[in-house]
């Protein structure tokens, strides 16, 4: 087999990995945009702020200490102890869960039945006031999160690969991890949003609120019930994102991957996010192998956008987009 | 317990009244935004380094240092801003502490006549002093790094035939080093391979799996931010040696290798100061500025790379201010006279003893031509386990041969452009 | 009392249609003006200029631009950020190709030039619109800084890959470059808000605004009524372009003097513009001028009381800075979700029956 060719398969095979971590944070998206029509800008500084609180959990800080020190002149930094991995994402998820109430109930509701624009640019300020807590809460050094991932070449498709084409092909292990997370996230969503009594009124709400509402779905519990599962998905992404590099804050910019993939795959759509992310994870992958060189490199940030671009104008209603919705 | 912010607020009313003849340092920090784990580490170097000496000397020459911080959150607006509302207190120097801040206040700045000290980043061509009156970047710039990485691997073997690849942040920054990289390949016969990481380079899969396909013998990197933690961690998954790793004085911080843990050993980075709390000037700091609680920050920064590197900052400022003081016989010197002590400066083996930081930075001097320094930059490795980084090369001389005619052209291209007199 | 219709008589169609037709508007109008042009130039020094005016005054035309396009027309736009930078690096060019030109020239130049690439990049509206047009115009964003940071003739080989601009003036005041006055950059930018904010809201006012309104308002029916959607929404635009070039040339040439193109005119300028004119309100001129000064003051006037007037560490205000700013446009959307504008408009109306309500 031809070298450029195995080389090209392997960054098929990372392109994919790579677009299901922003299909990871594309769910996110969708699930809200979904269910109450808002298009939430704040969701890449949620995944942030989940994945500091995860840490600042873990590592027993003490939350807001630079300004309780700047205030009484004390010296406090830590409670001293350490909180296991599993015990901290469950409080996390606590925290998220308390988010996303104090969200619905000190904004969303006072914003029911405004124009988009007005719902995305609360967002907005919901993302610059997050941004804020979560630096003074838990300062703004790069955070090692460990939660005990595995990480690096995975050895077993390096070596078996490297039988077949005398090349062994890099795999992450964090990546193969992130998929198998991935694809429980979306089956349990789906199981979720299929079987449950929740989870119908959560499909009954996005399809029509006024119809949900009559027949005695509480809007509220919907609402709040979405953004913590919105919540939970960001810490999902903070985690993996936030294993790679530390917790800092370029994991808000994660935002800017999910949104040609949301383009793609339709702001509605779950299987549109997890196609268009492997679409244009696969993509962008490709392109920058093969005309990257060429061009100087560093294509990734705009290709993934010029190809749903590219996409949207020969099928303007998404991948899996029904026919007639306000799209033109 | 004492009530601390509203005492402050106290305080900065009753400095209202007049104040005595003080030096005035602005210091544009970024304690926030994408960038403030870089930012908050050198800035607080810078204050506690004049703390200390209003502390334990009584000031500089008898007169009081004084900080003006204003954070910039790394945002070229808001150092306008900071720039405009400092510059009438007296401001005697400047450290920008961004490339967009100092291309900035460089033409502003100089008309001005306030100096503008940018060390180790900023405008390379500006160590030409002939063109750049107001604007220094010793003791070493972009280039001299690109040199002294070059020089070092060639101190570790024949580097002739050897891949080289640089991975750079894709904006001006970072392309800064790629023409000298390409003289230094013609004139030493290694092969450059240019990779670029688009901003912020939280993603740099293809950049890595490029590097594993094509299998460079030493990967050069000048990174920033987010960029640096990935690389470092994408490095070590590909299992990519990190002793022939190097990545600029930007992307050499505990910051920076920490988030990958232990795969992280032996990575190295470009320095052109000393690193470590190993220093009799350590002692001085903990004893007038920790101990009596008036470290600028939360005092767990002292000895990492980049407190030490605001502190060196803070040193060459304070004795750019010895220099001018000597030379113009007054102690309350103005910006005029603090650019003329700048523009003196000598730093010696001597000088750094007698200040507690023996062997801490080169040995350099800086003339109305030169104000760049001689560019002699080091090299420091990281170890994992003990959680430190550690000098193991003298700081040595980078290709000036190459350089010099960089510097030159670029510089004149610059005055050109502006129609600028050559000074000296 | 003073503000009203009654016993204002109109005796043509000209008067009829003014841009003002209430007298206590016309001469708040000239007030604005006269104060503007005859009075702050003479206050005016270093600081006011670079920290508050010159940013309002640039922010206002791109607001301006960006209102047009998304508040009358409808089509949401996140690539100000690139179109700007279009406008910087096309006045760069200019002025360093044709020294002798009046930069005044180069200036409208500019927004020329970037009124094609704008309208270039307009073309995906004709098939799709709302968030998705505004994710597509990201791509134009991402673009056209890649494309200006990795072509070096943008930047004429220069080795450190940044924009400066040398010094040009106009009637031999210089107003860019290092020696410029307060008070003669100010003017510059100040005559091209005016130009930009009557040729605006003229636009509006006619026939031109309206077709953008009945493609905004629902665009079928537009449509059937006559308005080409190709043509009003690729004018819109084109005029938009113009004006947000306009904006980035003055922003590199006169504000900074100095660009490079991903830290200036990255992706949060595009945010930050299109929040001015949500803040602002969208569909009014006033709205791009209110929306602009708050967020270009409100963080700077923060700023100066926590960290000057209460002497607070720099990072905890720059913090709260952010709680507050995010705060105040999640209770201003709350109060009132179309922006200072519908306030101001609000006010009017109350004046209007003042003193007597009912």
């Keep these: 087999m031809p070298e450029q060719l195995v080389f090209a398969m392997e960054v098929f095979l990372n392109g994919l990995m790579a677009g299901v971590l922003y299909a990871l944070v594309a769910l996110g998206f969708v699930l809200i945009f979904k269910a109450s029509g808002i298009f939430n800008y704040a969701q890449g500084v949620m995944a942030l702020f989940s994945a500091m609180t995860l840490v600042g959990i873990m590592k027993g800080q003490v939350p807001f200490a630079h300004v309780i020190n700047a205030i009484f002149g004390t010296d406090v930094h830590y409670f001293g102890w350490t909180v296991p991995a599993l015990l901290a994402i469950i409080l996390t998820v606590a925290v998220m869960v308390l988010f996303a109430w104090a969200v619905q109930k000190y904004i969303f509701r006072h914003l029911v039945g405004q124009e988009p624009i007005i719902l995305f640019m609360a967002t907005i300020g919901l993302a610059y006031f997050l941004e804020g807590v979560g630096d003074l809460m838990w300062n703004s050094e790069i955070k090692k999160l460990d939660v005990g991932l595995p990480q690096g070449i995975n050895e077993a498709i390096d070596n078996y690969t490297f039988n077949i084409f005398d090349y062994g092909f890099f795999i992450d292990n964090l990546d193969i991890v992130a998929t198998l997370i991935a694809a429980l996230l979306v089956g349990g969503l789906v199981i979720f949003s299929q079987y449950s009594k929740e989870g119908r009124a959560m499909r009954a709400v996005a399809d029509d609120h006024q119809a949900a509402l009559s027949v005695g779905v509480s809007l509220n519990f919907i609402w709040i019930m979405v953004w913590s599962v919105a919540g939970f998905v960001a810490l999902v992404a903070g985690i993996m994102w936030g294993t790679k590099s530390g917790v800092q804050f370029s994991l808000s910019l994660i935002a800017l991957k999910a949104l040609p993939v949301l383009m793609l795959g339709g702001f509605t759509s779950i299987p549109g996010a997890i196609v268009g992310g492997l679409i244009i994870g696969v993509g962008e992958k490709l392109f920058e192998f093969a005309i990257g060189p060429m061009v100087g490199g560093a294509t990734e940030n705009w290709f993934a956008y010029v190809l749903a671009l590219i996409f949207l104008v020969f099928r303007p209603q998404g991948l899996f987009g029904e026919k007639i919705i306000e799209r033109v | ?424 | 009392m003073f503000y009203r219709e009654a016993g204002d008589f109109k005796t043509s169609y000209t008067d009829d249609n003014q841009t003002f037709p209430i007298k206590f508007d016309r001469y708040r109008y000239y007030v604005v003006l006269a104060v503007a042009f005859g009075i702050i130039p003479f206050l005016i020094n270093d600081y006011w200029a670079n920290a508050f005016l010159l940013p309002f005054l640039i922010y206002s035309i791109a607001a301006i631009g960006l209102n047009i396009l998304t508040g009358y027309c409808g089509q949401v736009s996140l690539g100000t950020g690139g179109f700007m930078a279009v406008g910087a690096y096309a006045c760069y060019k200019l002025m360093t190709a044709f020294p002798d030109v009046n930069i005044f020239f180069h200036v409208i130049a500019a927004g020329g030039v970037t009124a094609i690439v704008c309208t270039a990049f307009g073309l995906p509206s004709l098939r799709i619109k709302g968030f998705y047009l505004a994710v597509a115009t990201l791509a134009a964003q991402f673009f056209l800084v890649w494309l200006f940071n990795k072509v070096s003739w943008f930047y004429n080989y220069s080795a450190s890959g940044q924009i400066n601009a040398p010094e040009r003036t106009v009637f031999g005041v210089p107003v860019t470059g290092a020696n410029t006055e307060a008070w003669a950059t100010y003017l510059f930018c100040l005559v091209f808000l005016a130009i930009s904010a009557i040729i605006a809201r003229n636009l509006t006012r006619g026939m031109q605004g309206r077709k953008w309104m009945a493609i905004r308002d629902m665009d079928i029916a537009a449509e059937i009524i006559g308005v080409n959607p190709m043509r009003a929404k690729l004018s819109a635009f084109a005029v938009s372009g113009f004006f947000i070039g306009i904006s980035g040339a003055l922003f590199f040439a006169v504000y900074l003097g100095a660009v490079e193109v991903g830290e200036v005119f990255g992706i949060q300028k595009s945010f930050l513009v299109l929040f001015m004119i949500i803040i602002g309100g969208l569909g009014s001129i006033f709205g791009s001028f209110a929306g602009a000064a708050f967020l270009v003051l409100l963080p700077v006037a923060l700023k100066l009381v926590g960290v000057d007037l209460l002497g607070w560490p720099t990072d905890i205000v720059a913090h709260i800075q952010l709680i507050i700013v995010g705060a105040l446009i999640i209770i201003f959307l709350i109060a009132e979700p179309h922006g200072i504008a519908q306030l101001w408009r609000v006010a009017k109306e109350k004046l209007r029956l003042w003193p007597f309500p009912h």
Aim: aromatic share 10%.
């Design chain 2, 1 to 424: 317990m004492k009530m601390k912010l509203p005492a402050m607020a106290l305080s900065a009313l009753m400095i209202a009244s007049p104040v005595m003849a003080d030096l005035v340092f602005p210091s544009l920090s970024y304690r926030t935004g994408p960038y403030a784990a870089g930012g908050i580490p050198f800035a607080d170097g810078y204050a506690d380094y004049f703390t200390m000496l209003n502390a334990r000397d009584g000031g500089i020459g008898g007169v009081e240092a004084r900080v003006l911080e204003c954070e910039t959150g790394y945002n070229t607006e808001k150092g306008v801003e900071c720039y405009e509302s400092t510059k009438g207190e007296g401001a005697l120097v400047y450290q920008p502490l961004s490339t967009g801040i100092t291309y900035q206040l460089i033409p502003k700045a100089t008309a001005d006549g306030i100096a503008i000290h940018s060390m180790g980043y900023g405008r390379t061509s500006a160590a030409n002093g002939k063109v750049f009156s107001n604007v220094f970047n010793y003791p070493a710039n972009y280039w001299n790094g690109a040199s002294g990485a070059v020089n070092y691997l060639m101190s570790q073997g024949d580097i002739s035939g050897k891949k080289v690849a640089l991975v750079y942040h894709n904006s001006a920054y970072g392309k800064e080093p790629i023409r000298t990289l390409e003289e230094l390949s013609a004139k030493h016969g290694y092969d450059l391979t240019l990779i670029p990481v688009d901003h912020p380079g939280q993603e740099q899969k293809s950049q890595w799996l490029q590097i594993r396909r094509e299998k460079p013998d030493y990967v050069i990197m000048y990174g920033w931010g987010v960029m640096n933690q990935v690389a470092v961690q994408e490095a070590a998954n590909i299992r990519f040696n990190m002793e022939n790793f190097i990545g600029i004085w930007w992307s050499g911080s505990e910051n920076d290798v920490l988030p990958a843990g232990d795969k992280a050993n032996g990575y190295k980075a470009l320095t052109f100061h000393g690193v470590g709390s190993d220093f009799p000037v350590f002692a001085d700091i903990q004893k007038h500025v920790v101990d009596t609680g008036s470290a600028a920050g939360a005092g767990d920064q002292i000895g990492t790379v980049l407190y030490n590197r605001g502190l060196y900052a803070a040193m060459l400022a304070a004795e750019a201010v010895k220099t001018a003081q000597e030379i113009h016989g007054v102690a309350d010197i103005n910006p005029a006279q603090m650019r003329d002590g700048m523009e003196a400066l000598e730093i010696t083996e001597e000088k750094m003893a007698g200040l507690g930081l023996p062997g801490f930075g080169p040995s350099f001097k800086v003339s109305c031509e030169n104000h760049g320094g001689p560019g002699l930059v080091g090299m420091t490795q990281w170890d994992a386990a003990a959680k430190t980084w550690s000098l193991v090369s003298d700081f040595s001389e980078s290709d000036m041969d190459v350089i010099q005619p960089l510097i030159d052209a670029d510089s004149m291209a610059y005055a050109a452009e502006n129609k600028i007199e050559a000074g000296c």
